[in-house]
């Protein structure tokens, strides 16, 4: 009887034990378990966040503010590929170096136009929108030509569902577009009133060249006796302002800001050193004033413009603008559109 007991007592120890070296196997298995799930959750969600960092995330990106209101990355992009795929529909070069910067500064004067002409009751109906919608996708015709004018309002309709089938722009959208642009042209004519028809002005020549490089050589050719207006016929051609000889004619101040100091405070009949602007180099010689003159209407026209940048910088100014625009942004817009456009 006494070994029968002593049996079972042994079992119940060898069973205990098994138990006891289970529970033992399964807590050193346990964390095992739980790192290999964490291991293959990180495994797995690395391309997510990859994903979500690279494609999502960027395009929720605040890249404009304008007082209270904000645009996002996403959108800039919208209007730049719209943009890119009108230029290439029409045949022009997409210029990606440019574009995507020239589109981010036309939105952030929209968005300044916007909250900004209502404070001088510059104000654009539907009707105007109306009209330059059909001023800029109406059919070219002569007067002879319109003898079938319910088959020219036929080709306005499908031209312009065209236009925005090439842009994915909705009608909304694009109206919103058009009414920035006339709200622009009412402030240039607005700001334009002031100016005098009468202004002190010197009579300017200049060359322009597109490298730094070019304009030192031909200044040199001066220093050695070189004709100004033959260099010009030379180095510049078609320039939008001077004729074939770099005559521009009376320039009052405030249209060239970037050359006032030079060509105000120099002799007549000299030449400057290059002077680097914004966009080009520039060689100038004035020839008479400064002296009160009447404005030429190409004068007239800069100095509108000029007023209309200024007072939209200055609205820069009260509104407190940020833009927020790097170099990765331009990266991940530029590969977002060459995929669009080809």
Do not use: C
Not at 247 to 265: M, S
């Amino acid at each position: 009887m006494a070994n029968i007991n002593n049996e079972s007592k042994n079992r119940m120890t060898l069973r205990e034990q098994h138990r006891l070296s289970q529970r033992e196997s399964n807590k050193r298995t346990l964390p095992i378990i739980i790192f290999t799930i964490i291991l293959l959750m990180i495994v797995l969600l690395i391309p997510a966040i990859g994903y979500y960092w690279t494609y999502v995330m960027p395009e929720n990106k605040v890249v404009i503010s304008v007082g209270e209101t904000e645009i996002q990355l996403r959108d800039l992009l919208k209007r730049t590929k719209a943009n890119a795929a009108a230029e290439a529909a029409f045949g022009s070069e997409v210029k990606l170096s440019l574009l995507p910067f020239e589109t981010l500064n036309a939105m952030t004067d929209h968005e300044l136009l916007r909250q900004t002409t209502p404070t001088i009751n510059l104000y654009v109906t539907s009707d105007e929108i109306d009209q330059e919608i059909r001023n800029v996708h109406y059919p070219r015709t002569t007067t002879a030509d319109q003898s079938d004018k319910d088959a020219l309002d036929r080709e306005f309709v499908e031209t312009y569902q065209s236009y925005l089938n090439i842009t994915k722009y909705s009608d909304k959208e694009y109206r919103d577009l058009i009414q920035m642009g006339l709200l622009r042209t009412k402030l240039t004519e607005y700001l334009g009133d002031r100016i005098p028809t009468i202004a002190n002005s010197v009579n300017l020549k200049y060359i322009k060249f597109s490298e730094i490089t070019m304009a030192e050589q031909a200044y040199q050719q001066l220093q050695s006796g070189a004709d100004f207006s033959q260099l010009a016929r030379i180095y510049m051609k078609n320039d939008a302002y001077a004729d074939d000889n770099g005559l521009v004619g009376w320039v009052p101040e405030g249209a060239f800001p970037e050359l006032d100091p030079t060509i105000f405070n120099m002799e007549l009949n000299t030449f400057s050193e290059p002077i680097l602007t914004n966009q080009n180099s520039v060689i100038v010689q004035i020839t008479a004033g400064p002296e009160p003159q009447p404005l030429q209407e190409k004068m007239t026209k800069i100095l509108k413009q000029n007023a209309t940048n200024s007072w939209l910088d200055e609205q820069r100014d009260k509104l407190n603008v940020r833009i927020d625009f790097n170099s990765q942004d331009y990266q991940w817009m530029v590969e977002k559109i060459n995929r669009y456009v080809s």
